[in-house]
């Protein structure tokens, strides 16, 4: 969570808003994708993080957080073991 804007150093952060995905299929929440085994046809092994964002109440600044970036990266360094 971000206490300062990086943009402009205010302190009105509101922070972790939850970021919503209406999409025809969608669960509800903005989510980034890894895929452990890019190269695959099928089974691509699927890692998702969701999103919240630090917001400036001052200038508009937004900064996004994933949930998990621990599991995200090591999902990704394994992506990179089968390209």
Partial sequence: MT???EKC??????????????GQ???GNTKVVIHG???AIFFKERFYG???????GECGHVELNAA???ELWRAYQKS????
């Fill in 3 to 5: 206490t300062t804007c």
């Fill in 25 to 27: 299929y969608s669960a």
């Fill in 37 to 39: 085994n890019p190269e």
């Fill in 9 to 22: 150093g205010s302190d009105k952060i509101i922070p972790e808003v939850k970021m919503l995905d209406s």
């Fill in 50 to 56: 969701e999103l919240t964002a630090d917001i400036c």
């Fill in 68 to 70: 998990n970036p621990e």
């Fill in 80 to 83: 990179l073991e089968k390209r």
